[in-house]
């Protein structure tokens, strides 16, 4: 089974996403926001010259972005999900979402990222 989550910052954006949604059980994952400018880099592992590019080359809504993702991730790990799907609030589901994704199955079964 295929665990579904929205990333949305606000209720607005949710709002959107539920206007438009045509799947069931989706889990509203709301974006981490950091209150300051600054992202607390001490909590990565990565070597000097990652952190000094992507603190020069990444804004905070991208930050914030990325960071919510790997908590849907993390959070999809924890809880032993063997599928998810992530969504943003402005996607457009096509008219046969519903079909197309069934013929997609064994695509999506068999590989890591689509």
Known sequence: ????????????????????NILDDVIPFK??????NTYPYSKI?????????YK????????????????????SIDNNY?????LEYDVYFHKNFNTLFKNYKNLIDNNDII
Do not use: A
């Open 45 to 53: 592992n990565y070597n000097n010259n990652y952190n000094n590019y």
């Open 56 to 75: 020069s080359k990444l804004n905070i809504n991208q930050l914030n972005h990325l960071t919510s993702i790997k908590y849907i991730i993390e959070n």
């Open 31 to 36: 974006s981490k926001m950091y209150e300051n």
């Open 1 to 20: 089974m295929i665990k579904k989550f929205v990333l949305y910052q606000n209720n607005e954006e949710l709002n959107r996403f539920n206007q438009f």
């Open 82 to 86: 063997d599928s998810i799907l992530l």
